[in-house]
């Protein structure tokens, strides 16, 4: 290689693999497989002996593999019928990488990360040269991921966004406002290269600009995860992250085939981490098993930090006995206003749907559920094995406003208020309506227990302060005893939701 800095790649190349059994360290074969070939006038490259299979393989160029493996086939006639030689072949399509670099372990565990794992290594320790061969469907990607360690330049991220409603065209903004100021302090080059709906995929393999909505309106491509692979493979991009900003069911389903293809995932959405536990925990398998990261901060308590704190806590052995709090962000701007406040309970609840503080059928937060499952997925970073279906949920919704079509029920939202206005009415004196979430029990057993529900508290209690749509988490542990661990702010809103998932995006990114 001229330039030490230099990566050399040749494409169009063929393996010839030549294997048997018996043979290794018997004199003269490989001077046979050289002088064969070089009769047929082909010139070999990258050479390489595996001693367990039994076997030699040497590189040639494309255009001559068919030749060098008929060469070969006759020179080794008789040993091919006594079956001393088991197969001569080729596997075409290939390329080869060559560069100098002091840590070849990094290099490997990033192409391994990212699904590219060399047919052969060729290494020359003592000046730190190697050879990779690739197939040529990874040779680009796997020459940007050597090129970003070696002359650590910046590394890109390639990001697939899933959902563009409120919080994923909220993120989408962020990013590209942030991107230039990531490149130059972080040296992550954040791509945003697909975004999606429910009904449509947009791609741009040089990354979306500030006319991303243009371009997602004016796509043809049906929203699909195998379109999303496919195009992922055919541009070579790696560090691959899929953003779900959906409340679907479906796309969860997606999940372990993304790990699968090379994706990191990051969450928004609730339903993966409610699902039943068997689901939940072969997921998980499957991430550690592909060494592919899944990042949820915001499924509680939107960008705050809560999902990492419980985590470390527990990691770190300290027993968790209690998690208390307001958990929703709009469930908390309903009743800090309605409690204070001379006005309907359905006038401020469309306040909360108006501010993005609801969920997108706002009957998810007042029927509880969107509380309980926030209470699972903290429950299960404790290890419980709690499902839905375990919790206490007090609905604030009558049975027969649940059936109805969304707009039919934000059409009788009226029907609460004197129910709401009679709870109010009914309080001690300087107390407030809160509704929280409570995880309890012995919390060392398999399962925990689970209560949501409407409270009337002190005003001046700690959860009783509360104000805006800010959520309020209480931890308590072994060692803090009655002094728990508060986190508190902003609970729910697409800002902050798009924070914390740029949070988890750039948390990903860093460890690429
Ligand atoms: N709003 C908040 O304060 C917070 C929200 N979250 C969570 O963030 C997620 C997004 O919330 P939000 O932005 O408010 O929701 P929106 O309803 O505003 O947006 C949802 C988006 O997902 C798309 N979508 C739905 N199904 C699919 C699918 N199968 N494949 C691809 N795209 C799909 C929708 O497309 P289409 O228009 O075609 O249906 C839409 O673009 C939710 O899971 C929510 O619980 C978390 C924390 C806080
Ligand atoms: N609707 C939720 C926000 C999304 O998770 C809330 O009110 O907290």
């Known amino acids: 290689m001229k330039n030490k800095n230099e990566i050399k790649i040749l494409k169009n190349r063929s393996i010839i693999k030549f294997e048997g059994k018996d043979f290794l360290g018997e004199v003269g074969i490989d001077g046979r497989i050289f002088k064969a070939l070089t009769y047929a006038r082909i010139s070999v490259g990258v050479i390489s002996q595996q001693a367990v299979e039994n076997g030699i393989s040497v590189l040639v160029n494309e255009s001559d593999s068919e030749k060098a493996v008929n060469c070969l086939i006759e020179e080794f006639e008789n040993e091919r019928k006594s079956g001393k030689v088991s197969q001569i072949f080729s596997i075409n399509n290939v390329s080869v990488l060559g560069f100098v670099a002091p840590d070849f372990n990094k290099i490997m565990s990033e192409l391994a990360r990212n699904n590219i794992f060399p047919l052969i290594l060729n290494q020359v320790l003592a000046e730190n040269r190697i050879n990779l061969v690739v197939t040529s469907s990874q040779d680009e990607k796997s020459k940007n991921i050597i090129e970003a360690e070696i002359f650590s330049k910046p590394k890109t991220v390639h990001l697939a966004i899933i959902g563009h409603g409120r919080v994923g065209s909220t993120l989408i903004d962020q990013v590209l406002q942030k991107s230039e100021d990531i490149r130059n302090r972080k040296k992550i ?3 945003i290269v697909a975004v999606a709906n429910s009904r449509k995929i947009a791609f741009n393999k040089d990354g979306f600009n500030a006319n991303w909505a243009d371009e997602v309106s004016v796509a043809e491509e049906k929203s699909s995860v195998e379109s999303l692979i496919h195009f992922s493979q055919l541009h070579q991009l790696e560090n691959l992250i899929v953003v779900d900003n959906t409340t679907s069911k479906d796309f969860v389903k997606n999940y372990t085939r993304l790990a699968d293809n090379g994706f990191d995932l990051v969450s928004s959405n609730k339903i993966f981490n ?3 536990i068997s689901e939940y925990r072969d997921l998980r398998n499957v991430l550690t098993k592909k060494n592919k990261k899944y990042l949820y901060e915001t499924n509680v308590g939107a960008g705050l930090p809560l999902i990492d704190t419980i985590k470390l806590l527990h990691l770190s052995g300290e027993n968790i006995t209690r998690i208390k709090g307001v958990f929703s962000g709009s469930l908390s ?16 609840v469309k306040e909360a749907i108006e501010k ?3 969920s997108h059928d706002p009957r998810e937060d007042l029927s509880g559920n969107d509380v309980a499952k926030k209470l699972l997925i903290l429950a299960r970073e404790l290890d419980l094995t709690n499902e839905l279906t375990d919790i206490n949920i007090q609905s604030l919704i009558p049975e027969k406003l649940g059936k109805l079509n969304k707009n039919e ?3 009788s939202l009226d029907l609460l208020d004197s129910y709401f206005e009679e709870i109010k009415k009914n309080q001690k004196e300087n107390h407030v309506l809160r509704f929280i979430g409570e995880l309890h029990g012995d919390l060392q057993q398999e399962k925990g227990e689970l209560d949501v529900q409407l409270i009337s508290v002190p005003a001046n209690s700690e959860i009783g302060q509360l104000k805006g749509s800010d959520s309020i988490f209480k931890i308590y542990t072994e060692n803090y005893g009655e002094n728990p661990l508060v986190i508190r702010g902003a609970g729910a809103g697409a800002k902050v939701a798009a924070r914390g998932v740029f949070g988890d ?3 990903l990114s860093e460890n690429k």
């Open 189 to 191: 080059d954040l791509k």
């Open 274 to 276: 409610t699902a039943p």
């Open 333 to 348: 701007y309903i009743f800090n206003n309605f409690s204070v406040r001379e006005e309907k309970f359905s006038t401020i």
């Open 356 to 358: 993005g503080f609801t």
């Open 409 to 411: 029920f934000l059409n």
């Open 505 to 507: 995006i750039l948390r």
